[in-house]
Nanobody, 116 residues
Framework: QVQLVESGGGLVQAGGSLRLSCAAS????????KAWFRQVPGKEREFVGA????????SYTDSVKGRFTISRDNAKNTVYLQMNSLKPEDTAVYFC?????????WGQGTQVTVAS
């Protein structure tokens, strides 16, 4: 079993920055890759980016490349999403996710609102 808890969301002006954190507990944190998704009401959950178990490999959706950075600290069982140059269209609830075997685990989400 894995528990994921996101934090760090809030209200920010366009062009600003936020850093989201996702703290994990339960099964060994370093055993799996981690991903960030986001969702706005009425739309499907969207992939934002992912990081490998070691943290050496990352991938991002095109709309956030060059602005968002995912990192992880396996000693702290935490994965981060650094978001810079935020745009109003980045407004969403952000979720972290991991997969263990065939089971996806999700946090409860944290709201990010970017004001124009």
């Amino acid at each position: 079993q894995v528990q994921l808890v996101e934090s760090g969301g809030g209200l920010v002006q366009a062009g600003g920055s936020l850093r989201l954190s996702c703290a994990a507990s339960g099964r060994t944190f370093s055993d799996s890759g981690k991903a960030w998704f986001r969702q706005v009401p009425g739309k499907e959950r969207e992939f934002v980016g992912a990081i490998s178990r070691s943290g050496e490999i990352t991938s991002y959706t095109d709309s956030v490349k060059g602005r968002f950075t995912i990192s992880r600290d396996n000693a702290k069982n935490t994965v981060y999403l650094q978001m810079n140059s935020l745009k109003p269209e980045d407004t969403a609830v952000y979720f972290c996710q991991t997969r263990m075997g065939s089971t996806d685990y999700w946090g409860q989400g944290t709201q990010v609102t970017v004001a124009s």
